[in-house]
T-cell receptor, first 116, second 114 residues
Framework: NAGVTQTPKFQVLKTGQSMTLQCAQD?????MYWYRQDPGMGLRLIYY???????DKGEVPNGYNVSRLNKREFSLRLESAAPSQTSVYFC???????????????FGNGTRLTVT | QKEVEQNSGPLSVPEGAIASLNCTYS??????FFWYRQYSGKSPELIMF????GDKEDGRFTAQLNKASQYVSLLIRDSQPSDSATYLC??????????????FGAGTRLAVHP
């Protein structure tokens, strides 16, 4: 049982290049999330998908797009990378339903992205 | 005012002591509270969650919640050097359609010295 798997683990881009971060979960979770983590700022939500077929903006969506390909997979795309997007990106999932209380997030191992 | 506030630390405690980590939050409608541990260069790992006022114990860890004061804490008893990490507090609300809105604090760095 792999949990949440992210690829790649590391990436270096030049300003203006594009790339897609991949994320897959095998826990049959409904909800998936993309966060970025910067020193001193904690985890900030970029986009989320509450269920298959839906996506919504989080706190810092500018410069990003997402695709919920199916229940398992949720990708994050940077169309034209900027140095301000240098960060560690985490994908997470949760079962997200069945009750009225938020359930925990389960995180992937992260992608360290540097934009020069 | 940040939505979830934590002292950045470092909080330095001797091995065997009790480490006390604190978190305050601004949204009175928050419903659930999570503590994650994050080792340097690794992803956050869930330690505990608490939904109701009071204490919840799990091994060496105790989470304490006071909704009236909008305060949640994590106590680590018999601290070990392996507990040295950054501890993230997250505060959650549930929205219809299955969206869990979790807001994270910036984390408190804990250093347990032998």
């Amino acid at each position: 049982n792999a949990g949440v798997t992210q690829t790649p683990k590391f990436q270096v881009l030049k300003t203006g290049q594009s790339m897609t971060l991949q994320c897959a979960q095998d826990m049959n979770h409904n909800s998936m999330y993309w966060y970025r983590q910067d020193p001193g700022m904690g985890l900030r939500l970029i986009y989320y998908s509450a269920s298959e077929g839906t996506t919504d903006k989080g706190e810092v969506p500018n410069g990003y797009n997402v695709s919920r390909l199916n229940k398992r997979e949720f990708s994050l795309r940077l169309e034209s990378a900027a140095p301000s997007q240098t960060s560690v990106y985490f994908c997470a999932s949760s079962d997200g339903g069945g009750g009225q209380l938020p359930s925990p997030l389960h995180f992937g191992n992260g992608t360290r992205l540097t934009v020069t | 005012q940040k939505e979830v506030e934590q002292n950045s630390g470092p909080l330095s405690v001797p091995e065997g002591a009790i480490a006390s980590l604190n978190c305050t939050y601004s949204d009175r409608g928050s419903q659930s509270f999570f503590w994650y541990r994050q080792y340097s260069g690794k992803s956050p790992e869930l330690i505990m969650f608490i939904y109701s006022n009071g204490d919840k114990e799990d091994g060496r860890f105790t989470a304490q919640l006071n909704k009236a004061s909008q305060y949640v804490s994590l106590l680590i008893r018999d601290s070990q050097p392996s507990d040295s990490a950054t501890y993230l507090c997250a505060v959650g609300s549930y929205f219809s359609g299955g969206y869990n809105k979790l807001i994270f604090g910036a984390g408190t760095r804990l250093a347990v010295h032998p």
